[in-house]
T-cell receptor, first 110, second 113 residues
Framework: RKEVEQDPGPFNVPEGATVAFNCTYS??????FFWYRQDCRKEPKLLMS???SGNEDGRFTAQLNRASQYISLLIRDSKLSDSATYLC???????????FGSGTRLLVRP | EPEVTQTPSHQVTQMGQEVILRCVPI?????FYWYRQILGQKVEFLVS????????KSEIFDDQFSVERPDGSNFTLKIRSTKLEDSAMYFC???????????FGQGTRLTVV
């Protein structure tokens, strides 16, 4: 089983749509969780950290379910500029490294 | 806003040659990383570095790879004898303390011919 698993997509949605991405992780010792965004041939950039109680940042909402080892990202009112690959990232307890999922590609069309 | 900088942005090298990729992490950060991304694939961890030594490394980081922080600011990745399969985007990252988000440099695209 992959350490961090994501649906590769692509998700093709119209502007203004709400879209949700899911991610599962295999190691219950995972401690820290993040969503990064990556544009084509660019570096990953932090979108938001994911907290146990769930958190929201403008149009973006992240949820964590430790029992199911599941993380989600909800994007409301999609913009053209949201088109990118969204990377689910986890860090295990007592480890230095970030483990990346393969990413989910989002295409927002006019 | 402080950022991680990497040089060069693109390097083309012949198979078997040595390459050195350079990174300047954010100045007050303590943990440093190298990741790579082969075109169309996921971001893969190579190595982490803390307190002037390797703290963790992946299976990819074999004897052909080495890292150092020669002068307290630069953080370098050396590949001794490049192979075609080393062609990838190499990202440097740094974090100030454990369990915070990593800040990535813009990457060096390495092409081995």
């Amino acid at each position: 089983r992959k350490e961090v698993e994501q649906d590769p997509g692509p998700f093709n949605v119209p502007e203004g749509a709400t879209v949700a991405f899911n991610c599962t992780y295999s190691n219950s010792a995972s401690q820290s969780f993040f969503w990064y965004r990556q544009d084509c041939r660019k570096e990953p950039k932090l979108l938001m950290s994911v907290y146990s109680s769930g958190n929201e940042d403008g149009r973006f909402t992240a949820q964590l379910n430790r029992a199911s080892q599941y993380i989600s990202l909800l994007i409301r009112d999609s913009k053209l500029s949201d088109s990118a690959t969204y990377l689910c990232v986890v860090r295990m307890d007592s480890s230095y490294k970030l483990i990346f999922g393969s990413g989910t590609r989002l295409l927002v069309r006019p | 806003e402080p950022e991680v900088t990497q040089t060069p942005s693109h390097q083309v090298t012949q198979m078997g040659q040595e390459v050195i990729l350079r990174c300047v992490p954010i100045s007050n950060h303590l943990y440093f990383y190298w990741y790579r991304q082969i075109l169309g694939q996921k971001v893969e961890f190579l190595v982490s570095f803390y307190n002037n030594e390797i703290s963790e490394k992946s299976e990819i980081f074999d004897d052909q790879f080495s890292v150092e922080r020669p002068d307290g600011s630069n953080f370098t990745l050396k590949i001794r004898s490049t192979k075609l399969e080393d062609s990838a985007m190499y990202f440097c990252a740094s974090i100030p303390v454990m369990n915070t988000e990593a800040f990535f440099g813009q990457g060096t695209r390495l092409t081995v011919v």
